[in-house]
């Protein structure tokens, strides 16, 4: 970790208003990561409502799809029709679901200090970060690796700079079974499966902030 990134950490860790909280900026347990997706009530990560989580726990070379955490959130407003066919949560799948921080609260304590994994991953921290920073006064200080970008940086070269980075096509292209999608569990154990491939073919890969 360079110097600028140790500074940061130690501001974010100084920022912490919940000590409660302080285990996330622990050093993480050895060859584990946490894959982890998230379905929401808009693409635009700066209104999106969070309804569901699922988080999927990578130990060396297994993937741990029997604790995966589940969790459905109740959004602040009604869900729009027009999104149900996508993420398939109605208002009634959702009227029981947590509220926000409290699921929010078990996923940290879930996921700890652990580098998270993902799929497009940017986007779900921005959605998680909007709901995490007011109320503990920092973004997830946990590493984050995307998974699109790792297979780019094995697949491109300077013949090929075109790399075609759709779920579909980086499954097929590593040999992986496809699962129904826009479910968060799912999209959490394929993001797993693409990392545990790719983490085969080259030997340990670099954990990204």
């Not at 501001?11 to 912490?16: D, E, G, K």
């Not at 635009?44 to 029997?66: K, T, Y």
């Not at 579909?168 to 590593?174: E, T």
Request: charged fraction near 20%; charge should be positive.
């Amino acid at each position: 970790m360079s110097l600028m990134a140790r500074f940061q950490r130690w501001r974010a860790q100084r920022a912490l208003r919940e000590t409660r909280f302080g285990f996330l900026f622990e050093a993480p347990p050895a060859d584990e990561w946490i894959s982890i997706d998230c379905e929401t009530s808009s693409l635009d990560p700066r209104e999106a409502e969070i309804l569901s989580i699922a988080a999927v726990p990578v130990r060396g070379n297994r993937i741990l799809s029997s604790q995966t955490l589940r969790l459905i959130l109740k959004p602040s407003r009604p869900i729009a029709a027009q999104s149900i066919p996508i993420h398939q949560l109605r208002q009634q799948d959702v009227a029981s679901g947590l509220p926000v921080q409290e699921a929010l609260g078990l996923l940290l304590h879930f996921i700890g200090s652990r580098p998270l994994i993902g799929y497009y991953l940017e986007f779900d921290l921005a959605v998680l970060n909007r709901q995490i920073k007011p109320w503990l006064g920092i973004k997830l200080p946990n590493p984050a690796i995307e998974v699109s970008g790792l297979y780019y940086d094995r697949k491109v070269t300077a013949y090929r700079p075109e790399v075609d980075l759709r779920l579909d096509s980086i499954l097929a292209n590593l040999n992986l079974p496809a699962l129904p999608r826009h479910d968060p569990a799912n999209d959490a154990l394929l993001a797993a499966m693409i990392f545990l491939k790719l983490k085969h073919q080259h030997g340990s890969l670099d954990q990204r902030n």
